[in-house]
């Protein structure tokens, strides 16, 4: 079946410091979701990136999903405390409702 | 807007008890919804979709028979733990999807719903 893999599956940085979670699926997406889920919380979409090459930004964070609309990234610049939690990718299928989640990336960043 | 609640947040029960869990989108007609299983520190599992005025479709795996889904109208779908033993104990988290579906398909999720099962 559809799985979606990503890594790191933890990511510690200093607060000012980069971050990159990747998103890798093992069949082509309609499209691929983004989600975030604060400690204790649950997931709050993010993004949906749809188009091959596709590029968005949400301020400091940029989404990217690759030309085989197979695997996804999210970057985030410049990392501040309110971005502690951890990143979901979704993979959807077309023709498919259903969102196949990667096991999240858990950021902490350190004042 | 798009507001899923889940009741109730959390829910401590004996081993063969039912416990029923209510998914409710407030400002949106959801004609699907989900229901996922989140181990601590883990993914979310999709356990099943759940259609309005259908049957649900479950996930290989999940025990249809165990985890009761009904989708009774557009806007509250319940999940019910029949005969719930302790390693049913999870974190149990709805989404749902806008009706009219607007720009995104993106799943609006409930705030969970913690299952302890003594």
């Known amino acids: 079946g559809q799985q979606v893999m990503q890594i790191p599956q933890y990511q510690h940085v200093q607060e000012g410091e980069d971050f990159t979670t990747y998103c890798n699926s093992s069949?082509?997406?309609?499209?691929i979701q983004w989600y975030k889920q604060r400690p204790g919380g649950h997931p709050v979409f993010l993004i949906q990136?749809?188009?091959?090459?596709e590029v968005k930004k949400q301020k400091r964070l940029t989404f990217q999903f690759g030309e085989a609309k197979k695997n996804s990234s999210l970057h985030i610049t410049a990392t501040q405390t309110t971005d502690v939690g951890t990143y979901f990718c979704a993979g959807q299928k077309g023709g498919s409702e259903k969102l196949v989640f990667g096991k999240g990336t858990k950021l902490t960043v350190n004042p | 807007g798009a507001v899923v609640s889940q009741h109730p947040s959390r829910v401590i029960c004996k081993s063969g008890t039912s416990v029923k869990i209510e998914c409710r989108s407030l400002d949106f007609q959801a004609t699907t919804m989900f229901w996922y299983r989140q181990f601590p520190k883990q993914s979310l599992m999709l356990m099943a979709t759940s259609n309005e005025g259908s049957k649900a479709t479950y996930e290989q795996g999940v025990e249809k028979d165990k985890f009761l889904i009904n989708h009774a109208s557009l806007t509250l779908s319940t999940l019910t733990v029949t005969s719930a033993h302790p390693e049913d104990s999870s974190f149990y988290i709805c989404?749902?999807?806008?009706?009219?579906?607007?720009?995104?398909?993106?799943?609006?999720f409930g705030p969970g719903t913690r299952l302890t099962v003594l």
């Open positions: 069949t082509t997406l309609s499209n």
């Open positions: 989404s749902a999807r806008d009706r009219v579906g607007g720009t995104y398909n993106e799943q609006f």
């Open positions: 990136l749809v188009k091959s090459g």
